[in-house]
């Protein structure tokens, strides 16, 4: 029914049948009777009407605690339709209550900072995230300028300058940030923040291998091209000088290759595109292979044991032979002649162990740490003298780690140095 009808209609009723009722006790009792009772129904009338307005006023003071009063008349409609809007907001309410909470979540999750501002930068919201990046407390610092909180000049500038298309670079707190703010709606800003430390980290690694790759490689083939020079400029050199220049040569020449041969060890070892193979690994048969190629690098300057005692492992031989090469090739060549080197493979407790042990030059403390970086060496003249790459330790490493084992360094200036592998015991 039009809503119209559905209110007058019942209200005329409603006064047509006071006034009959009024009109019924004029006809049989008299004017005086009529008029006081139609005087009394309308007073009864206007009485109901302001008892529920007075309950509608009560209510709407206070609406969210209070039950809708129920009605008469007319007021039952009023009151039915108020309690359907209200059921209908406080179902809103919900909705949106939710709907910010998953809001909220999502945002925590979030690998990226987001602080959401007002027009002047008055912090309203931030994720955890950005918490951290920014030294943020959404707590301690609700309702507060947001360039009172970032103190960076260069956030200051951005700010200032107002170009917001690009993201800016800032160094903040040990990190390294992308921040990018982004105006939305007409009266709010978004400041995104992303934490680039780790690529840039590898970015920078990357540049210096390469710087440290193409210099290593220049200096052999910079010898190589001097001797042709000399060739073709000089063709009637002596036999003996001739001879001479073909073996240095080579030397670089097996350098350059011990070089490259390193590199794509290095890379295919990092390369999560090339997965490990376990196989079981025979312990035994491997570590004499390694001293056998030990034995032949010293060629009798030094007296290298080998003790296996331990049992055989699930990895990749490749992998290990690479590894364990490296430290027995190590101890080779930084061990003065006449000193010793013991390998040993044993088992205990916490897993299986390899040990080099040489007498040899050993290390300064202060190298220890780094001697597993790419192209890290203590002395250059002396690693290259003896065909060291400088890729040697970090082959190593990321040998290891794809076994999940772990290596220390021990050593003494003078004395000698000890390379401990440590496997787990679930690699048996
Ligand atoms: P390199 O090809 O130069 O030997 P590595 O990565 O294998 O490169 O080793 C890094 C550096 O660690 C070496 O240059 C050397 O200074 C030091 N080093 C490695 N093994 C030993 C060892 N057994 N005794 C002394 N110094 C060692």
Redesign the pocket.
């Given at each position: 029914m039009n809503p119209q009808l559905f209110f007058w209609v019942p209200a005329i009723l409603r006064l047509l049948l006071a006034l009959g009722c009024a009109g019924v006790i004029w006809f049989f009792w008299g004017m005086t009777a009529g008029l006081i009772a139609g005087v009394a129904i309308m007073t009864f009338l206007v009485a109901v009407q302001l008892h529920y307005l007075y309950r509608l006023g009560n209510w709407l003071d206070n609406p969210a605690s209070e039950k809708i009063p129920d009605g008469w008349g007319a007021w039952t409609d009023v009151f039915s339709r108020l309690y359907r809007i209200r059921r209908d907001t406080e179902r809103n309410q919900a909705e949106l209550a939710e709907w910010l909470t998953r809001f909220r979540q999502a945002m925590s999750r979030l690998p990226d900072g987001v602080v959401i501002m007002d027009d002047v930068l008055f912090l309203e919201w931030c994720n955890p995230v950005a918490e951290q990046h920014l030294g943020l407390s959404l707590e301690r610092d609700r309702g507060m300028r947001v360039t009172n909180l970032i103190r960076h000049p260069d956030f200051m500038d951005y700010i200032i300058l107002g170009r917001y298309e690009q993201p800016l670079t800032l160094t903040l707190r040990e990190r390294k940030l992308v921040v990018h703010l982004i105006p939305f709606e007409d009266r709010r800003q978004i400041l995104v923040t992303h934490d680039a430390t780790q690529s840039e980290r590898i970015d920078m690694m990357r540049r210096d291998f390469i710087a440290n790759a193409s210099h290593e490689l220049r200096t052999p083939l910079t010898v190589i091209n001097g001797f042709l020079e000399i060739a073709s400029t000089q063709p009637n050199l002596d036999q003996a000088t001739r001879l001479g220049h073909i073996k240095l040569m080579t030397e670089q020449g097996q350098r350059m290759q011990n070089l490259v041969e390193d590199m794509l060890t290095l890379t295919r070892l990092e390369s999560i595109d090339y997965p490990m193979r376990p196989e079981r690994v025979n312990m035994g048969k491997l570590l004499e292979q390694i001293l056998q190629e030990g034995l032949a690098l010293s060629a009798g300057r030094h007296t290298i044991t080998l003790t296996v005692d331990g049992s055989d492992i699930n990895g990749n031989a490749d992998e290990l032979r690479s590894a364990f090469g490296?430290?027995v090739s190590?101890?080779v060549?930084?061990?003065p002649a006449d000193g010793s080197i013991d390998i040993l493979w044993r088992d205990t407790e916490q897993g299986s162990q390899f040990i080099?042990r040489?007498t040899?030059?050993?290390?300064q403390p202060e190298?220890i740490p780094r001697?597993?970086e790419r192209f890290?060496?203590?002395?250059k003249s002396?690693?290259r003298d003896?065909q060291?790459?400088?890729?040697?330790?970090?082959i190593?490493k990321h040998a290891l780690l794809r076994h999940g084992a772990t290596i220390a360094i021990e050593?003494e200036v003078g004395k000698?140095?000890s390379?401990i592998v440590y496997f787990q015991s679930s690699s048996r």
């Open positions: 490296n430290l190590n101890a060549r930084y061990t080099v040489d040899g030059i050993g290390i190298h001697l597993t890290y060496r203590v002395d002396r690693s003896t060291g790459t400088g890729l040697g330790l970090a190593v050593s000698g140095s390379f």
